[in-house]
């Protein structure tokens, strides 16, 4: 079966090549993280949305006009030979995005044609705005648990931070010893930390912007735990730490640092009420009285049983809502 989408982009062609090969572009209409080897016989490794991971290998690419790539979702059981082809053509108005994919199994031509016209649409919105916006595919996954709850905080930080610019850094935040930037560095140092947990050694970028320097060492951790998986423990200095309240820190790291970004840059965070829920119960098992007390955390903030659930996850960390 084969499936065809176009979309025409005001923007130029470079652009629009941009926006379907490099991570930072994708992030903004079409994964919640990439990686992409932007030449003939590299792979590619787009995490769509918190429960569906697509892998492939590129096997044309013409900068600027072409790209040919084979394409499956990360499933051992599954090999595909799908073939997804995404041409680019300056015309009036714009550029002229045609994408043909081929060899797809008749039984899951009507999901993929579902997929493909929501993110065509999103790459139109993408185009025309700079950003396409919180994805809703990503805000409520059907099945929650560390893993796919840290990939939709992680969309959902990532959203706040492309809203952040390099003159926001200086800004105070909720954190009364952190700037933006030293929010950051902070981040950072926590993700190092988790990705050390999980057994794989973090490498910051050397370059980008605040959302591309958080989303790459983000990627980073959040995948080298969705290969670890949750079984067992990890060596945390002295001690054994179940693997599920290790990985469980990803999410409650980026949603709250989320939240406190936005305050600083006066952004609100578009999260799910399931998935703010979810993490406020990961925080409550993770963040203990005696943690509490021996971490030096601030006490929780009052807050009423009926606030929304990402309040009540901010008071219980000991922000002031």
Same mark, same amino acid.
């Given at each position: ?73 990360? *499933? ?34 009507? $999901? ?10 999103? *790459? ?25 709850? @840290?990939?939709?905080? *992680? ?9 952040? =610019? ?40 050397? @370059? ?8 790459? @060492? ?13 079984? =067992? ?6 001690? &054994? ?18 939240? $406190? ?11 799910? &009420? ?6 406020? =119960? ?28 990402? $309040?009540? *996850? ?8």
């Amino acid at each position: 079966m084969t499936i065809e989408k176009t979309a025409l982009l005001p923007v130029s062609a470079d652009e629009a090549f941009a926006l379907i090969t490099q991570p930072d572009r994708l992030r903004r209409w079409l994964t919640v993280s990439a990686r992409v080897d932007l030449r003939a016989g590299g792979e590619f490794r787009w995490i769509l949305t918190p429960m569906a991971v697509m892998v492939g290998t590129v096997t044309e690419v013409d900068p600027g006009r072409r790209i040919v790539f084979s394409f499956g979702a990360d *499933l051992p059981a599954e090999p595909r030979t799908d073939t997804v082809t995404i041409t680019i053509e300056p015309t009036d108005g714009g550029t002229l995005v045609r994408l043909v994919h081929e060899g797809l199994p008749e039984d899951q031509g009507k $999901d993929f044609l579902e997929g493909w016209t929501h993110f065509f649409e999103r *790459l139109e919105r993408a185009a025309a705005a700079g950003d396409a916006g919180p994805d809703e595919w990503a805000a409520a996954p059907a099945r929650l648990d560390p893993l796919t709850s @840290a990939n939709a905080t *992680l969309a959902v930080l990532q959203h706040v931070l492309r809203g952040i =610019g390099e003159h926001d850094l200086s800004n105070s935040t909720p954190c009364p010893e952190f700037t933006v930037g030293q929010l950051e560095a902070h981040l950072l140092g926590s993700l190092t930390s988790l990705t050390s947990l999980a057994g794989s050694t973090l490498i910051p970028a050397s @370059a980008g912007d605040l959302e591309s320097r958080i989303a790459d @060492a983000a990627q980073q951790a959040v995948e080298t735990w969705m290969e670890r998986g949750l079984e =067992g423990t990890v060596k945390a200095g002295p001690q &054994d730490l179940p693997a599920t309240i290790a990985a469980s820190i990803l999410s409650v790291e980026f949603l709250v640092h989320a939240w $406190d970004f936005a305050s600083a840059t006066e952004q609100k965070v578009a999260v799910s &009420d399931e998935v703010a829920t979810y993490v406020l =119960g990961l925080a409550e098992k993770i963040v203990t009285p005696e943690l509490r007390k021996s971490a030096g955390f601030n006490p929780s903030t009052p807050i009423n049983d009926t606030a929304p659930a990402l $309040d009540r *996850l901010v008071a219980f960390s000991g922000r002031v809502v």
